[in-house]
């Protein structure tokens, strides 16, 4: 994984669609991912030169807002974000 441009991997771990699923960054990025299927991976790569925070939020093809907590992640590595009906539990690997 080039350096500047850690990913996170999201993981719809839920028996429905997900109707959009973001990744916003404490630096003013947000990225947005529509309709990920049921089961399915979807990566976004988070363009930064520097440390920052990011978190993940989703809602469900019945309208429910899940989001995870904050996770703080250098400018290298992944986040693994697997998204359940419970919510989204984010873990950094570096």
């Known amino acids: 994984m080039p350096q500047g441009e850690p990913a996170v991997v999201i993981r719809n771990a839920t028996d ?3 109707q ?6 404490n630096i003013g990025r947000s990225y947005r991912i ?8 979807a990566t976004v790569r988070v363009s930064s030169h520097r440390p920052m925070a990011l978190n993940v939020g ?5 309208g429910k807002e899940l989001s995870s907590e904050k996770v703080y992640v250098a400018s290298l590595g992944a986040v693994l974000a697997l998204v359940s009906s419970d919510g989204i539990t984010l873990q950094y690997q570096r």
Do not use: F, I, Y
């Open 16 to 18: 429905e669609t997900l």
């Open 34 to 41: 529509h309709e990920l299927q049921p089961h399915h991976t």
């Open 20 to 25: 959009q699923v973001s990744t916003t960054t």
């Open 58 to 62: 989703a809602t469900t093809s019945g």
